[in-house]
C-alpha cells in the first residue's frame, strides 16, 4: 500500500464488494425461496446479467480504491474486463445469431455457445467478488 486507507477507501471498498456480491447473493436467495416455496430448486442462470449495472458500480469502486492504493490491481482489473468481454460476447453472440430477436430457436449450438460465454461472465463475477473480499480486509485492517 502507498499510503493509508481513509474512511472513503474503506467504504468504497466494502460498499462495492457488497455491490459485486449482490448479483450471485440475489440469484442463491432468490433460489432458495423457490426451492421452500415449491419444492422444486430452479435456478435463473440470467439473473447475474440482469444485474450487471449494480456489478459494474460496485467494479468501478473496488478498480477505484485497488489502484489508489497499489493492492490486488492486477487481479481485479484481470476480472473485470474478462466479466466485461464476457457479457458483451454473449449478448452480441445472442443478436447475430438470432437468438435475441426470436429468429432462431434458442436451441442446440447456439445457445449452448452464448450460454458458455454467459458462465464465464459469471464465474468471473465471482472472482471479483474473492478480490473485493481480499481488497476489503485489508483496507480494514
Known amino acids: 500500500m502507498t499510503h493509508k486507507p481513509t474512511w ?16 450471485i447473493a440475489f440469484t ?13 430448486l430452479r435456478v435463473d442462470w440470467l439473473m447475474p446479467a440482469e444485474m450487471f449495472l449494480g456489478y459494474l458500480a460496485g467494479a468501478v469502486m473496488l478498480l477505484l480504491v ?11 482489473l484481470g476480472s473485470v474486463v474478462i466479466a466485461l468481454v464476457g457479457i458483451a460476447g454473449s449478448q452480441g453472440l445472442a443478436v447475430v445469431l438470432g437468438l435475441a430477436s426470436g429468429a432462431e430457436p ?27 473480499l481480499r481488497i476489503s480486509r485489508t483496507v480494514l485492517r
Open 8 to 23: 472513503m477507501d474503506r467504504s468504497l471498498a466494502v460498499v462495492g464488494t457488497v455491490l459485486v456480491w449482490l448479483p
Open 106 to 132: 434458442a436451441e442446440g449450438w447456439r445457445i449452448a455457445f452464448v450460454l458458455s460465454l454467459l458462465v464465464v461472465y459469471t464465474v468471473a463475477v465471482v472472482s471479483t467478488g474473492i478480490v473485493g
Open 28 to 40: 442463491l436467495l432468490m433460489s432458495l425461496v423457490f426451492l421452500f416455496r415449491t419444492g422444486q
Open 66 to 76: 485497488a489502484f489508489a492504493l497499489k493492492i490486488q490491481h492486477r487481479e481485479l
